[in-house]
């Protein structure tokens, strides 16, 4: 199975700061990486497919990037709402893999 | 806006079978999308357990496939989980998901999710 690591594992920031979020797979994916956001007892959502495309209705301060095995997950501003976890998953290889998550505090 | 809500047992037995069931509202589940289960036991990471199509075609976790069975419901507009012989190890709570494709590729995704359910495996 594909493994997916994520950094940092938890974070605090304050709103309007710039938070960068890495997930690394364990071998090469191409651009097959899903992020989501998870608040406490809601349910997860989706925000980025195919490593950088923005799913419908998220804002525009979401964004992905990467390739190969090495992916990002940026917030320009961060917002209050944003507080939670959020966790990558790979689409390349069956079965579908998840990482750990990372906790965002605000 | 389709909606998705588990339902089911909160406790079960090691060895027992855990049947949990998945409402969706808001749209049919006779669609081309898939439907999916994910799991997250207590300081681990989510996992992917399995996915049906309306069709009844099925897609399987292998670590987890001799244990599951998937069945939908078209006329209630559900679809169901069994797992078999459970452990603690299978203490976890359980979402499901649409699954939009399962294929390999950019639009092998789950969005929307139910909340989840909490199941604890205890004697």
């Given at each position: 199975d594909i493994q997916m690591t994520q950094s940092p594992p938890s974070l605090s920031a304050s709103v309007r700061d710039r938070v960068v979020i890495t997930c690394r797979a364990s071998?090469?994916?191409?651009?097959?990486l899903n992020w989501y956001h998870h608040k406490p007892g809601k349910a997860p959502r989706l925000l980025i497919y195919g490593a950088s495309s923005l799913q419908n209705g998220v804002p525009s301060r979401f964004s992905g990037s990467g390739s190969g095995t090495d992916f990002t997950l940026t917030i320009t501003s961060l917002q209050p709402e944003d507080f939670g976890i959020y966790f990558c998953q790979q689409?390349?290889?069956?079965p579908w893999t998840f990482g750990q998550g990372t906790k965002v505090e605000i | 806006q389709v909606q998705l809500q588990e339902s089911g047992p909160g406790l079960a037995k090691p060895s027992e079978t855990l049947s949990l069931t998945c409402t969706v509202s808001g749209?049919?589940?006779?669609?081309s999308f898939y439907w999916g289960w994910v799991r997250q036991a207590p300081g681990k990471a989510l996992e992917w357990i399995a996915t049906i199509h309306s069709g009844g075609t099925t897609y399987f976790n292998p670590s987890l496939k001799s244990r599951v069975t998937l069945s939908i419901d078209t006329s209630k507009n559900q679809f169901s989980l069994k797992l078999r012989?459970?452990?603690?190890?299978?203490t976890a709570v359980y979402h499901c998901a649409r699954h939009?494709?399962?294929?390999?590729?950019?639009?092998?995704w789950f969005d929307p999710w139910g909340q989840g359910t909490p199941v604890i495996v205890s004697s």
């Amino acid at each position: 199975d594909i493994q997916m690591t994520q950094s940092p594992p938890s974070l605090s920031a304050s709103v309007r700061d710039r938070v960068v979020i890495t997930c690394r797979a364990s071998q090469t994916i191409s651009t097959n990486l899903n992020w989501y956001h998870h608040k406490p007892g809601k349910a997860p959502r989706l925000l980025i497919y195919g490593a950088s495309s923005l799913q419908n209705g998220v804002p525009s301060r979401f964004s992905g990037s990467g390739s190969g095995t090495d992916f990002t997950l940026t917030i320009t501003s961060l917002q209050p709402e944003d507080f939670g976890i959020y966790f990558c998953q790979q689409s390349h290889t069956s079965p579908w893999t998840f990482g750990q998550g990372t906790k965002v505090e605000i | 806006q389709v909606q998705l809500q588990e339902s089911g047992p909160g406790l079960a037995k090691p060895s027992e079978t855990l049947s949990l069931t998945c409402t969706v509202s808001g749209g049919s589940i006779i669609s081309s999308f898939y439907w999916g289960w994910v799991r997250q036991a207590p300081g681990k990471a989510l996992e992917w357990i399995a996915t049906i199509h309306s069709g009844g075609t099925t897609y399987f976790n292998p670590s987890l496939k001799s244990r599951v069975t998937l069945s939908i419901d078209t006329s209630k507009n559900q679809f169901s989980l069994k797992l078999r012989s459970v452990t603690a190890a299978d203490t976890a709570v359980y979402h499901c998901a649409r699954h939009r494709a399962v294929t390999a590729g950019h639009y092998n995704w789950f969005d929307p999710w139910g909340q989840g359910t909490p199941v604890i495996v205890s004697s």
